[in-house]
C-alpha cells in the first residue's frame, strides 16, 4: 500500500509541494517559443545593418517598426533568462540565505537587462541619440 502524501485537494489541483504546478515550466516553453521568431528577427537586423555606419543603424533602431520587436526581444529574452536562471538556481543551492540572495540577485538583473534595453531603444526611438 503506498501512502499519499497530498490532501484530496491538493490531488484534484495537481499542485506539487511549491504551490506552482506547471506553471513556471509552461512560462519556460512559452518565452522559449515566443523568441524563436524573435531571434530570427533580430539575426535579420544584425546582418541587414553588418558594416553599416552608427548612423544607419541609429536610424533603423529607431524606426518603429524595428524598436517595438527589439524591445519584445529584450524583455522576452530576460524574462526567459530570469526563468532559467532560478531553476539552476533552486536546483543547485541548498543554503536557504544563499538561495533567496540569488534568486532576488538574479530577477534584479533581469529587470536591469530588460529596462537598459528598452530605454536604449526608446532614446533611439524619441531621438535621444
Same mark, same amino acid.
Given at each position: *500500500?503506498?501512502?499519499?502524501?497530498?490532501?484530496?485537494?491538493?490531488?484534484?489541483?495537481?499542485?506539487? $509541494?511549491?504551490?506552482?504546478?506547471?506553471?513556471?515550466?509552461?512560462?519556460?516553453?512559452?518565452? $522559449?517559443?515566443?523568441?524563436?521568431?524573435? @531571434? @530570427?528577427?533580430? =539575426?535579420?537586423?544584425?546582418? &541587414?545593418?553588418?558594416?553599416?555606419?552608427?548612423?544607419?543603424?541609429? &536610424?533603423?533602431? $529607431?524606426?518603429?517598426?524595428?524598436?517595438?520587436? *527589439?524591445? =519584445?526581444?529584450? =524583455?522576452?529574452? &530576460? &524574462?526567459?533568462?530570469?526563468?532559467?536562471?532560478? @531553476?539552476?538556481?533552486?536546483?543547485?543551492?541548498?543554503?536557504?540565505?544563499?538561495?533567496?540572495?540569488?534568486?532576488?540577485?538574479?530577477?534584479?538583473?533581469?529587470?536591469?537587462?530588460?529596462? @537598459?534595453?528598452? $530605454?536604449?531603444?526608446?532614446? =533611439?526611438?524619441?531621438?535621444?541619440?
Amino acid at each position: *500500500m503506498s501512502q499519499q502524501m497530498r490532501t484530496p485537494l491538493g490531488r484534484a489541483r495537481g499542485l506539487g $509541494s511549491a504551490r506552482d504546478g506547471t506553471e513556471h515550466f509552461w512560462r519556460q516553453r512559452v518565452t $522559449s517559443v515566443a523568441l524563436v521568431p524573435l @531571434v @530570427v528577427f533580430f =539575426l535579420m537586423v544584425v546582418v &541587414a545593418l553588418t558594416g553599416a555606419d552608427h548612423a544607419r543603424v541609429a &536610424a533603423t533602431l $529607431s524606426s518603429f517598426w524595428i524598436a517595438i520587436p *527589439m524591445m =519584445l526581444v529584450v =524583455l522576452v529574452a &530576460a &524574462a526567459h533568462m530570469r526563468l532559467g536562471m532560478q @531553476v539552476i538556481v533552486e536546483d543547485y543551492v541548498h543554503a536557504p540565505i544563499p538561495k533567496y540572495l540569488l534568486l532576488m540577485a538574479n530577477t534584479a538583473f533581469c529587470a536591469l537587462i530588460g529596462l @537598459v534595453g528598452v $530605454s536604449a531603444l526608446l532614446m =533611439l526611438m524619441l531621438g535621444g541619440r
